[in-house]
């Protein structure tokens, strides 16, 4: 690597870009290829949660228009990559590309922590709180986050960002070595881009998993849906985000030469293009949020995909699934020494039936604690099991109330 002295707005270095050619730009192809249509798929699901009024559907939804604004700098990128990293453009839409990137990750770590956070108190306190997770404190908060972040990257718009390189071509977004006005930036980045929001998840995470394993009241496939959700949300944010931000500390603190920078370059780059899977794992999320997602999934690929491999499709003997619903939340709260449940919205497979023999009939009667379950009566018929009510009316819903204590 040769070292020229220069002055202005300059590459002080003489750097190899073969990176950029060979990787990025397949890594670019595959992710909009992918990432477009599946934050479109998000987005929808974001609007339906939105509608049932549910206020994780304002996180996921910022968060899909996030990772769509990054997708949208892509093709101008994928150009300048193209073009042996030669800028064309005004100057301009290279600070808005930069500041697009940039956005993308620190708002999507925001929103990671608000996913987090929000499910850590709807677990951990269901009963406490009820005001942050209402609808207005989730639109609040996510208008919070995107003023921050712009006001940051208003930053980036008072400085050049076309630097010239050996090969006198227009580098954008790129200096080396750091410039002096960045260090302070890189160090806000890491601090609280990073390393606050690193802690948020890791607490909240803890408790989550502790309060569900405690819990007696969820059923295990609700716990296993919240496992993943949190699971998903901190791997993300681990894979995705914290090479970046060990690298670039590593360069504010270490870079002042070229020669460090010969070694540096190629793994900071990597860690720079792993930011960009965030666009592709983030809709993924949703697959444990809503239950329509994922048959929507699952109609819209995976099952095409069984069909054609199996090449034929068996007709009139699918046995029907157990009946699930969009959400489910279960609250608990210790009264009187006793360990009570209420079950908001669950249904369940009927697993234990006594049959009387003389009626044809079949009742479930459960007991849990101090909870009793009204029994339902399964009428068997040569055609199916239908679930009835008192009423004779068709109900598989179960009804809980409180037996033995008084307020």
């Given amino acids: 690597m040769a070292f020229t002295m220069t002055e202005g707005n300059v590459i002080n270095c003489t750097i190899s870009h073969e990176i950029h050619q060979y990787l990025f730009s397949s890594v670019y192809i595959l992710i909009l290829l992918i990432g477009v249509p599946s934050n479109l798929y998000s987005l929808y699901h974001a609007a339906v949660q939105l509608k049932q009024k549910n206020e994780l559907g304002v996180y996921l939804m910022n968060l899909t228009v996030s990772d769509l604004l990054y997708l949208a700098s892509l093709p101008l990128w994928l150009q300048y990559i193209f073009q042996d990293d030669d800028w064309r453009h005004r100057e ?45 404190a989730a639109w609040l908060v996510s208008g919070i986050i ?14 050049k960002e076309l630097s010239q390189d050996w090969k006198n071509q227009s580098v954008c977004f790129e200096h080396y070595p750091m410039k002096r006005w960045e260090y302070p930036i890189n160090y806000y980045r890491f601090t609280i881009g990073f390393m606050f929001p690193l802690a948020i998840l890791s607490i909240s995470y803890l408790c989550i998993l502790r309060a569900v394993d405690r819990s007696t009241g969820t059923q295990p496939d609700q716990k296993t849906r919240i496992r993943q959700l949190v699971s998903s949300t901190i791997l993300i944010f681990l894979v995705c985000f914290s090479p970046y931000h060990i690298f670039l500390l590593a360069r504010t603190l270490l870079e002042r030469e070229c020669n460090f920078i010969t070694v540096i370059f190629n793994y900071y780059h990597l860690s720079l293009l792993l930011t960009s899977l965030n666009c592709v794992a983030d809709p993924a999320l949703y697959c444990f949020v809503s239950e329509s997602a994922r048959r929507g999934l699952y109609r819209a690929i995976f099952k095409p995909v069984a069909r054609i491999l199996c090449c034929c499709c068996r007709r009139g003997n699918a046995s029907p699934s157990n009946p699930t619903t969009g959400s489910h939340e279960v609250a608990t709260n210790k009264k009187y020494g006793h360990q009570t449940v209420t079950l908001l919205t669950h249904t369940i497979t009927l697993n234990y039936i006594k049959t009387d023999t003389l009626r044809k009939n079949s009742n479930l009667i459960t007991q849990l604690d101090d909870k009793t379950i009204i029994p339902l009566s399964v009428q068997n018929t040569s055609q199916s099991d239908k679930c009835v009510d008192s009423d004779e009316k068709l ?9 033995g204590i008084e307020d």
């Fill in 146 to 159: 995107w003023l921050k972040e712009i006001a940051v990257g208003v930053v980036f718009f008072h400085h």
């Fill in 395 to 403: 109900s598989c819903m179960i009804a809980m109330k409180e037996h």
């Fill in 92 to 136: 301009w839409l290279c600070q808005l590309c930069g500041f697009l990137l940039y956005e993308n990750i620190y708002i999507s770590i925001g929103f990671l922590c608000c996913i987090s956070l929000d499910r850590y108190l709807a677990v951990v306190h269901p009963l406490r709180f009820t005001s942050l997770r209402s609808m207005n």
